[in-house]
């Protein structure tokens, strides 16, 4: 099994640029899919970005254009590039891996077996 743990969240002004990393251990992580969730004060957790075991990356509307996945092997270590940032970007980021789901069921939360614990993100001026 892998372990994650984000970190790198912090408050940004609006149009700012931020980059998140989720730290993996006990595994590759080159063997996992990854997504990255968040989830605002009320509002349910809701996906993302993330990418497939080849790589092959999947952006939510919302995000598409300011946000960048990216993976370093070499770090074992998956980063969320976040740019023109909005305040409706503030939430609690997560990541999440699994060895076995497909690029069709990226924002399947459900699907996800392994969790972080989050990382905080504010955007306000």
């Known amino acids: 099994q892998v372990q994650l743990v984000e970190s790198g969240g912090g408050l940004v002004q609006p149009g700012g640029s931020l980059r998140l990393s989720c730290q993996a251990s006990?595994?590759?992580?080159?063997?996992?899919?990854v997504g990255w969730f968040r989830q605002a004060p009320g509002k349910e957790r809701e996906y993302v970005c993330g990418f497939n075991r080849n790589g092959i990356p999947l952006y939510e509307d919302s995000v598409k254009g300011r946000f960048t996945v990216s993976r370093d092997n070499a770090k074992n270590t998956v980063f969320l590039q976040m740019t023109s940032l909005k305040s409706e970007d503030t939430a609690v980021y997560f990541c999440?891996?699994?060895?076995?789901?497909?690029?069709?069921?990226?924002?399947?939360?459900?699907?996800?077996?392994?969790w972080g614990q989050g990382t905080q993100v504010t955007v306000s001026s």
């Open positions: 006990g595994a590759s992580i080159r063997r996992y899919a």
């Open positions: 999440a891996a699994d060895s076995t789901i497909i690029q069709s069921s990226l924002r399947n939360q459900r699907q996800y077996d392994y």
